[in-house]
């Protein structure tokens, strides 16, 4: 049965360069040139559709480059032999896996004149690995290509984190803006938690100070009102949690690297509300050991 796909043609070292993992068989080499028998990687997920429960190494497929198509077991012009099965990867960040197959550049060298015979321009992608600063090998990279053939003017020239900063600009500003409401709101909740707290205090004044009047220990004053604030707090997070989930498919779209209800992350945002909670707690229950016990009794 025929799958669409996504073409890419490659050489030898892309897959160490970008770092996708291989997963079984092997990477392009050098003898994979143009007289070479024709080879092709897939990614696990065409893998798996075009061979479910079977080892694909070794495997004949068809590739329609036109139409996007790979034909497993066919034979033909464009008949290749899976040699390797590479990690999926995303054209964008939050884009679903999409099947894809991978050929040596190599061995399609002799299609570039026809497609400039036919009006396109032939472009292609230069990715480089460093162990510096890659901005510093821009004017190197590009001297060395002009040595090479001044005909050819490398453009666009970024690093990954340029190249990443570009894609998606909306859901970035989108991303930004719901970071910046998401610390208002924990501003706002932990003022308001402050001085529900605060007025608490207040309103016992006379009764703290009959405890420490009858020799209550400060530390005891101050867990009396943590206590307090704490139950607010665990009651705010078990709500605030119940609703997020809720409403975690709304955001799955803006989520990258993560599943929207990551366990890991809801744990870490929730024991960071808490944090932020009992610190809001804390003040008003400092002031609360502080009150002295003949001022509190003459209170009322």
């Not at 892309?14 to 024709?38: H, K, N």
């Not at 798996?48 to 034909?71: A, C, S």
């Not at 040699?83 to 896996?97: I, S």
Request: net charge neutral; glycine share 8%.
């Amino acid at each position: 049965e025929e799958e669409s796909s996504i073409y890419h043609e490659i050489s030898a070292d892309y897959f160490r360069t970008v770092g996708i993992p291989l997963l079984s068989g092997r990477y392009f080499s050098p003898q994979d040139g143009e007289m070479a028998p024709r080879v092709a990687i897939v990614n696990e997920l065409l893998a798996r559709r075009l061979f479910p429960g079977e080892d694909p190494i070794g495997k004949f497929i068809r590739t329609d480059m036109t139409e996007g198509r790979v034909y497993p077991e066919a034979v033909g012009d464009e008949t290749r032999e899976i040699v390797g099965v590479v990690g999926n990867t995303r054209n964008r960040p939050r884009a679903r896996f999409e099947p894809i197959v991978y050929v040596p550049f190599q061995q399609h060298l002799d299609v570039y004149p026809a497609w400039g015979a036919w009006g396109f321009h032939v472009v292609k992608t230069v990715v480089i690995r460093t162990s510096s600063d890659p901005a510093s090998f821009v004017g190197p990279m590009q001297r060395l290509v002009g040595d090479v053939d001044d005909t050819q003017i490398p453009y666009n020239v970024r690093t990954m984190e340029e190249q990443l900063s570009t894609v998606e600009p909306q859901a970035r500003f989108l991303m930004r803006f719901l970071g910046i409401c998401a610390g208002v709101a924990i501003m706002l909740a932990a003022l308001g938690l402050y001085a529900v707290i605060a007025q608490s205090v207040t309103q016992r004044t006379h009764e703290l100070g009959v405890r420490m009047a009858l020799g209550a220990a400060k530390a005891n004053v101050q867990r009396l009102i943590l206590r307090r604030g704490l139950v607010l707090i665990l009651l705010g997070a078990a709500i605030g949690t119940a609703a997020a989930f809720g409403l975690s498919r709304m955001l799955s779209r803006l989520v990258y690297g993560i599943t929207p209800t990551d366990p890991s992350t809801f744990a870490a945002v929730v024991l960071a509300l808490i944090g932020v909670a009992l610190l809001a707690c804390y003040i008003p229950s400092r002031r609360a050991t502080r009150v002295d016990p003949l001022i509190a009794l003459r209170h009322e």
